[in-house]
């Protein structure tokens, strides 16, 4: 997977005011994250394997050419420039899955702060004028819409108000 797919600045923020859509939003940004973890794992996987092959390699060799442990030894010296080339790869490819655990864990964590942003905003918490949102699960309103949806909801409301008086 490439690191383009991935935006962890915006991906880590909450806009307060689009709950909804940030709650549309949370499960493919988790999947994403949660994609890169297991590519990444399978990735060490493969790196592991192809140190197993190598020492397997150098031990039958030895084996069947008689060698003794001193001289297979050397034999693996001799492949060093190989299992180098390997280990860096290994070192960089945990580092990236030790950092793509972490961003996952931070859209984990995204997703609780949602669940208590939600929960205030239920509980009236915030000052802001309550207006009923008309979502279709997995869409997202456009602002227009929106806007329609918002400007009609408050003259009905007005109206309501108009005749209390």
């Given at each position: 997977?490439?690191?383009?797919?991935?935006n962890f600045e915006e991906d880590s923020t909450i806009d307060?005011?689009?709950?909804h859509i940030e709650w549309a939003k949370q499960p493919r940004k988790r999947k994403k994250y949660a994609d890169e973890v297991?590519?990444?794992?399978d990735s060490l996987k493969k790196?592991?394997?192809?140190?197993?092959?190598?020492r397997s390699k150098l031990i039958l060799e030895a084996k069947e050419k008689g060698h003794s442990n001193a001289t297979l030894q050397e034999a693996y010296y001799?492949?060093?420039n190989e299992h180098e080339n390997i280990k860096k790869d290994k070192i960089k490819l945990e580092y990236d899955l030790?950092?793509?655990w972490n961003a996952l864990k931070t859209i984990d964590d995204v997703k609780h702060a949602l669940e208590y942003e939600v929960k205030l905003w239920t509980n009236t918490y915030f000052a802001t004028p309550r207006e009923h949102r008309d979502v279709?699960?997995?869409?997202?309103m456009s602002k227009e819409i929106a806007g329609q949806k918002t400007e009609t909801q408050r003259t009905e409301i007005n109206?309501?108000?108009r005749r209390k008086k």
């Open positions: 997977m490439s690191k383009q797919d991935l307060l005011d689009e709950l297991s590519f990444l794992e790196i592991h394997q192809q140190e197993k092959v190598i001799r492949t060093q030790s950092m793509a279709e699960s997995g869409k997202i109206a309501r108000r």
